[in-house]
Each structure stands twice: as C-alpha cells, then as structure tokens.
C-alpha cells in the first residue's frame, strides 16, 4: 500500500474522522480517494491493540490512515509515534515535541508528519509549547517562520494549526499560510471547521500559495446519534474543494 496521501489536483487533502471500519471505507469512497481519515490513539488501551485494529482500517481505505493524538492530546505523543512506527501510515498527528520521534520511528520521509502549534493573539507568531512537559509550562512563543524552520529540522511535514476556532483567528490563519507558502511548508487547518466556513478557510491558503493543504473538519460532520463522519457531508466538502481550486488557479 502507498505511502503518499492522495491529493485532489495535486494540492488538497481532506482530514476527517472514522467511527467505524465501514465508515471509514464510506468516507474514503465519498472523498473519491483524496481523504485521510483518522483513528485516535486513546481509543485504544495499548500500543498492540491500536496496531492490530489500525491495520484493518488502512487495509480498507488503501493506507489512507490518519493516526490520531484526540484533541491534540500531548499525552497520547509518544503512543502515535510507536504505532506509527508499526503500521507506517499516510499521515502522523504530533505535538511540535514529538515530530523528530515520530519520523526517527517512521524511517523513511514519504509519510506525512504534523506539529501542532497554535494560535497566541498575536499575528506571525505561533506557541510550539504543544507537547507533554511543555504545555504544562510558560507558553513557548515564537514567529511562525522560526517554527516552520523548527519543524524542518525535526523532519515534519507540515504546519497543524490548532484550534483555530473556525474563522476566529482569521488574521492570524492568513499570516501563517502566507508563511507556509514563503518557506515551502504544507499547512493543515484544524479546529471549528464546518462546510459553511471550508471554503473561505480553503481560499486563505490557495490564495496565499500553500502548496498542499489538508484541512481537518472533524464535530461538524459527525452525527452525534451513531458517531460517524457523515459521508453525504464529505461529498459536499468534495464538491466545495473543487469550486474553491476553479476559482483560485
């Protein structure tokens, strides 16, 4: 199975989260591919049980597997890195600590690896103190092009901006994409995204000239009766991605 993600037109990836094995085989056919979908770490009471069940979902969606932190969780860092290691998915979440970890583990660079880094108030400047000892620190301030740098050096693959709060941080979302397309980074926008805010989220960074984006829409889509990611609502997010492309290049 790949290890590269399948990316609409060569610049955008939809991330969004299964609740089960068949919707996670819904989603990836909804998306037409071009989808991670993610499965949580903390879901699971171990290593090899998370291991074991993971596998059958990649099996399922051709490697198309996101593992998960749940909610940026900088407690389950180490757990995604040793079952990454393992099952050498598509794509890694990780606190900004634990990328240089999880790509060590990995032992190759086609696998897509996240730092979380977040919002501060500030415009250009983004806080990395995202990890299990730092978050529990004085926050860890820096401009965004000095964490872009950071992450390279860790041997990340893109910038994971959370929680953006949907639009609320717009100002701040636009500098950091305009970061990412200035040092060739990839950005991956999490955090209160919906199909009615996607599309303005999504032109920020085309229009900025991000080369690849994966934007992460996760409560928004879920169906709170059964837990699973509406597959109707991956279609629209499908449809809007190519819209937003049509009108942006």
Known sequence: MTLQANFYRDRVCLNVLAGSK?????????????????????????????????????????????????????RQSAMVSAIASELQPQHVNQVFTGVATSRALLGQPHTLVNGLVSPTGQVGWVKISTGPLSSLAADGIVPIATAIAMLKDMGGS?????????LQAIDEYRAVAQACAGHDFW??????????????????????????????????????????????????LLAITRRVLDETT
Not at 30 to 45: F, I, P, R, T
Not at 48 to 54: G, L, N, T
Not at 158 to 166: D, E, L, N
Request: glycine residues 10%; without cysteine.
């Open 187 to 236: 950005l991956e926008p999490t955090g209160g995204i919906d199909p009615d805010n996607y599309a303005t989220i999504l032109r920020i960074a085309l229009e900025a000239g991000v080369a690849k984006i994966i934007p992460h829409i996760y409560s928004s889509i879920i169906d709170s009766a059964t837990g699973d990611t509406r597959p109707q609502d991956v279609s629209t």
């Open 22 to 74: 068949t919707n996670a085989s819904d989603i990836w056919q909804a998306a037409e591919g071009h989808v991670l979908v993610g499965v949580l770490s903390k879901n699971y009471a171990s290593v090899a049980a998370a291991v074991d069940d993971m596998r059958d979902y990649a099996q399922r969606i051709d490697n198309a597997l996101s593992v998960g932190l749940g909610a940026g969780d900088p």
């Open 158 to 166: 893109s910038i994971k901006y959370f929680p953006m709060g949907g």
